[in-house]
């Protein structure tokens, strides 16, 4: 039997406000994510138990049991096509994962996997369920597997996972990414936000309850990369800074060599510039790379849809499911 393959792009975080803590250790946020064309593959066939096995970039540090996000969504997808009746076929699958998307870079790429490994068995099981049904179970697995099956730019709230999409014009937005060596987990980001927070002598401990910032959502509206560039934010960064100090350096090149707007890209370490056009995102892309200030770069484009079954190469299928607002 031959496997179903999904495809799933990386996310950004336009903003990123983040609240204080709460009582289940998660903090509730507000963000808009944006997806962006670096993408993961993850195919699924029928095998007699799950399994997963990661080829690609970081391959080595993703977990191979049952920690694996993907695996984990795939139990749940299980557990919520059974219940709708519709897992009669729900067997077993060896999930295959390649990846592209850095592993533990602030870029989602495991929760992207877990969107790809559900859009992939939903078709492979023929449980049908639909796109919302599929949210509701993706925000379960993870903060930021929901995103990952809508794609495109949108507003999440509570952990991540509560999310609307934005109404924007179709404007294409020229990214390049710097990748950093090493990983940043994100629950020592989190932590060490709550560290700095506590420790600011000139301030609440607390923080305010996160807000979408209204200039960033007029220049999405406007579809006007210098504006949206100007009002790129990440409580996170701060963060990510203290716990990797050399993301100043990489921050302010990339700046200086003609970015318009610069942000960490979730807990980090990579850091995404925004270019104002395609042209001056290839000049950004070699000057950055020459800047010795990270491992290497890419450029992207945002927004790009979530996961997508393809049916053969970069010829992305139909959604499993047609795509409507989730609830
Ligand atoms: O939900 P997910 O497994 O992606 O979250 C990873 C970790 O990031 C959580 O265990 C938590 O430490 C932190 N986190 C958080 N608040 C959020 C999302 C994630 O504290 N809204």
Redesign the pocket.
């Known amino acids: 039997m031959t496997g179903l393959t999904a495809r799933v792009p990386a996310k950004l975080n336009l903003q990123l406000a983040?609240g204080p803590?709460?009582a289940d250790?998660?903090?509730?946020?507000v963000t808009v994510f944006h997806a962006v064309s670096l993408f993961d593959e993850v195919t699924v066939t029928a095998a007699a138990r799950d399994a997963v096995t990661v080829t690609g970039e970081g391959a080595d540090r993703v977990p191979a049991g049952r920690d694996n996000?993907a695996l984990r969504a795939v139990t749940a997808l299980r557990a919520a096509a059974r219940r709708a009746g519709a897992g009669a076929a729900a067997g077993g699958v060896q999930v295959t994962i390649r990846k592209r998307i850095p592993v533990a870079a602030g870029l989602?790429g495991?929760?992207a996997d877990a969107a790809a490994a559900m859009v992939a068995c939903n078709e492979l099981w023929g449980a049908g369920l639909p796109l919302p049904r599929l949210v509701q179970v993706a925000a379960t697995v993870?903060?930021?597997?929901a995103f990952a099956l809508l794609g495109g730019t949108a507003v999440g709230r509570?952990?991540?996972?509560r999310i609307t999409p934005a109404l924007a014009p179709a404007t294409a937005y020229h990214w390049v990414l710097a990748f950093a060596d090493g990983q940043l987990p994100?629950?020592e980001v989190?932590?060490a936000l709550d560290r700095l927070r506590a420790a600011r002598a000139d301030g609440p401990a607390s923080p305010a309850r996160p807000e979408l910032d209204p200039s960033l959502m007029s220049a999405l509206r406007a579809g006007d990369a210098r504006l949206v560039g100007r009002a790129l934010s990440n409580d996170l960064q701060e963060a990510a800074m203290s716990l990797r100090p050399s993301l100043r350096k990489t921050v302010a090149a990339g700046l200086e060599l003609g970015a318009v707007g610069a942000v960490v890209a979730g807990?980090g370490p990579t850091c995404a510039f925004l270019a104002a056009n395609a042209e001056r995102a290839l000049d950004l892309a070699v000057s950055l790379s020459g800047a010795g200030v990270c491992r290497s770069v890419a450029r992207v484009t945002g927004p790009v849809p979530g996961a997508l079954l393809i049916r053969g190469e970069d010829r992305p299928g139909p959604p499993a499911a047609p795509l409507r607002s989730p609830p």
């Open positions: 983040v803590p709460r250790g998660y903090h509730d946020l996000l989602a495991g929760s993870g903060s930021d597997v509570g952990r991540g996972e994100t629950p989190y932590a807990s």
